[in-house]
T-cell receptor, first 114, second 111 residues
């Protein structure tokens, strides 16, 4: 399977704990995106990378959130001191710059903060 | 930030009926993508429309991009229970290099 993969698929944590999610994009895609989706809503943009450079961050991305893509391949999204309001589906997508505007999504990581 | 509004929010129909989902914005997008999402899964791309006035067909699904590239519609003919899901439209902002999603339309096709 050469699609976008995300791990873990589900995460339950207690308020105040730190969590980290991983995204492996389609191998030749140089752009990687993170979105957050709450129940009953469409996904909202969080941040994106071109290769290893983080080019844009949404205002939704508070100081407790940090994303990295150290080698321009996989990416991690860390949430520190989780809050109940962080409970959501975290989606990763990738695309190849210059090869159309279509983004391909992974299956998501569903986070529940108790 | 450009906004996309989808309507209706929820649609429940009987198998065999037709349905249309609308996606509207006051802003112009360079392209618009339609996705379907199952519970607990990521969005799966159905189609990308790029040219104003473009119509694309995918079996029983017909997608249209407005002439001014501000709106789009998805029409399903003779809906089947397998069409049940959350339908999302997303506009691509060329300047921002990201997708802006509508709120989604939840479709339920009853057998």
């Amino acid at each position: 399977d050469t699609g976008v993969s995300q791990n873990p698929r589900h995460k339950i944590t207690k308020r105040g704990q730190n969590v980290t999610f991983r995204c492996d994009p389609i191998s030749e895609h140089n752009r990687l995106y993170w979105y957050r989706q709450t129940l009953g809503q469409g996904p909202e943009f969080l941040t994106y990378f071109q290769n290893e450079a983080q080019l844009e961050k949404s205002r939704l991305l508070s100081d407790r959130f940090s994303a990295e893509r150290p080698k321009g391949s996989f990416s991690t999204l860390e949430i520190q001191r989780t809050e109940q309001g962080d409970s959501a589906m975290y989606l990763c997508a990738s695309r190849m710059q210059g090869a159309g505007q279509t983004q391909y999504f992974g299956p998501g990581t569903r986070l529940l903060v108790l | 930030t450009q906004l996309l509004e989808q309507s209706p929010q929820f649609l429940s129909i009987q198998e065999g009926e037709n349905l249309t989902v609308y996606c509207n914005s006051s802003s112009v997008f360079s392209s618009l993508q339609w996705y379907r999402q199952e519970p607990g899964e990521g969005p799966v791309l159905l189609v990308t429309v790029v040219t104003g006035g473009e119509v694309k067909k995918l079996k029983r699904l017909t997608f249209q991009f407005g002439d001014a590239r501000k709106d789009s519609s998805l029409h399903i003919t003779a809906a089947q229970p397998g069409d049940t899901g959350l339908y999302l439209c997303a506009g691509f902002e060329a300047a921002g290099n990201k997708l802006t999603f509508g709120g989604g339309t939840r479709v339920l096709v009853k057998p």
